[in-house]
C-alpha cells in the first residue's frame, strides 16, 4: 500500500485536522488520515447533537476516505477526547475523573469504565479515544491535577493498564477503540506545577517515576501515544550533555530512541493540538523537526492545507528523509 502512494497522499495520511476547519470533500481530495473533534466543536456546531448525528458525520468522512483515487483505499480515523466516559456527547454516561478512579483504586472497576467508554464511542462511529492520561501528578499546583490517577507510579500503572485493557477490548475483532497513552512524559513533574513548564529530573527518574503508567500501557498494547506540551531537563552531570533536550515534540531521543527502540513500540505518536509550535524555530504548519524527532501524526486543527504544502516542500528539499516519511505512514496504515 505504502510504495503506491505518491508524497501527497503519505503527507495527507499523516495530518490531522480538526472536524470544524475540515469538510468530507476536502478529506477526499488530499487523503486526510485522521480527524480529530475538540471539546467546543459538534456535529454542524449543534452541542446537543444526537449519537446518530455524530454517527452520520463519521461515516460522511468515512465513505470520503475511501473515495481519495489512493490505489488502495485507507479508511480514515476519527480522534475524540472520551477522557470520563464519551464526554463530548450529549446524553453519554459520564464516569469520575482519573483522580476519583485513583482514589477508589480499583482496576476492575477502571477496566469496566474502558469497555463502558469503548462501546458508547463506537455507537457514534469513532474509533480511537484521546486516552487514558498517565501523568504522575507532583504538585498539587497544577491545574490538571484531576487528570492524574495518582502521585504514585504504581497506581497510575495499574489503573492506566486497566484503563487501556477496557478500551481496546475486543479491538481485534471491532468491539474496542485505540486507547492513547498521554502525555509522553512527566507532564506531571513540571516545576512548581506549571502547565505545559519544565521537567527536570534525571531520566532514571524520568523512567521510573513519569513512564510507569507507559511501560503497563505498552504491556496492554496500547496503540498510539501522544507527545506532551511540557519539556525536559536532564539533571544528571553525568548524561545532561548526551541526551536531547527542550520541548517534547521535538525530542528524538524519548520519542525515537526511548519510546520505539528500547521500548519496541511500533504503533503511532500524534502531536497534541498545534504541538509542534513550541518547538524552537518551528510554527504550527511547518516543523521538519518533529517529524524527524518521531511525531508520526500531526494534529494541527485550523491550518493543516499549508502544513502539508511546507511538509511536502521539506521533504522535496532534504529537511525531513523519506524513509521518516515512510516509516510514520506505515505505523498509520
Partial sequence: ILNSMTLLQKVGQMTQPEIR???????RQHAIGSVLNGGDTWPQGHKAASAAQWLALSEAFHDASLRTGMATPVPILWGTDAVHGHNNVMGATLFPHNIGLGAADNPALVQEIGAAT?????????AWTFAPTLAVARDA???RTYESYSEDPARVARLGGAMVAGLQQGLASGQGVLATAKHYIGDGGTEAGMDQGLTQTTATELF????AGYTAALTQGVQTVMASFNSWVDTDPATKGLHEQGRMHGNRFLLTEVLKQQLGFDGVVVSDWNGIAQVAGCKATACAQAINAGIDMVMV????QDFIRHTVAQVQ??????ARIDDAVRRIL
Fill in 21 to 27: 476547519s475540515v469538510t468530507p470533500d476536502q478529506v
Fill in 118 to 126: 469503548a462501546r458508547a464511542v463506537l455507537a457514534t462511529g469513532i
Fill in 141 to 143: 499546583r497544577w491545574g
Fill in 208 to 211: 521510573t517515576l513519569h513512564g
Fill in 301 to 304: 486543527p485550523d491550518d493543516w
Fill in 317 to 322: 528539499a532534504g529537511q525531513i528523509p523519506l
